[in-house]
């Protein structure tokens, strides 16, 4: 895609192990977007975060809401179509809130964090397009066991299926963009042809005249 053209941008949602990276990579590959990927190696309270969530949750999701932000703002300067691997609203509207929830983030910690949030927001262009994977929890699970992330190993069942139900609510009142939901349980983009040509079609029925596979 030329410079010239206008900025599009992609965000792809989901819980953890639905598989954004995947997502992310393939439409690189297939369409040489260019990807953003999320910080989770970067957060250095993240080890002890997964040890102790009370303790460290505050200044473990006030890393990742001004490493996001940073993200947006260099997301904003990059001409043509780009794809980031979750957005800040999910950072603090299912992360953080889960947390708050569960009391991991106390009154005054929570105020200070979502007065942030709600100067970030005024301060970025939301998506073109929010991609959401959705699937079951035996998935989660397994892909998360499959990808081997020792910190992620022990996280309990109840909290995946508290980020499940706070993104169901959030995608239901989610007015800022398209939004293209991909059930994924059974989805296999990268290594099934006819998966691979149902996501490319969907996607650029929403955004057609920004994706153009070669030779069309």
């Not at 997301?75 to 991991?104: C, N, Q, S, W, Y």
């Not at 042809?193 to 490319?200: A, E, F, R």
Request: net charge neutral; glycine share 4%.
């Amino acid at each position: 895609m030329a410079p010239t053209e206008k900025r599009r941008s992609i965000a792809i949602a989901g819980n953890m192990g639905a598989g954004k990276s995947t997502l992310v990579d393939f439409l690189a590959q297939t369409y040489n977007v260019q990807p953003f990927y999320e910080p989770n190696d970067e957060n250095p309270y993240l080890p002890d975060f997964y040890k102790d969530m009370k303790r460290w949750a505050f200044r473990s999701q006030l890393f990742f809401l001004s490493n996001k932000f940073r993200l947006h703002q260099e997301l904003d300067r990059t001409p043509g179509v780009v794809a980031l691997d979750r957005t800040i609203f999910e950072d603090a509207e299912i992360f953080a809130t889960a947390l708050h929830e569960m009391r991991k983030i106390d009154k005054r910690d929570w105020d200070v964090y979502w007065g942030f949030y709600q100067s970030i927001l005024a301060a970025i262009k939301p998506p073109d397009l929010l991609i959401y994977l959705r699937c079951s929890m035996r998935t989660l699970r397994a892909r998360i066991r499959l990808r081997g992330r020792a910190m992620e190993k022990d996280v309990p069942l109840a909290y995946l299926k508290r980020l499940d139900r706070l993104y169901e609510n959030w995608l239901g009142s989610y007015t800022m963009s398209e939004v293209l939901i991909l059930e994924t349980d059974e989805l296999d983009y990268i290594h099934d042809l006819v998966h691979q040509l149902d996501v490319m079609q969907r996607i650029e029925a929403v955004l057609p005249a920004d994706f153009r596979r070669p030779g069309r």
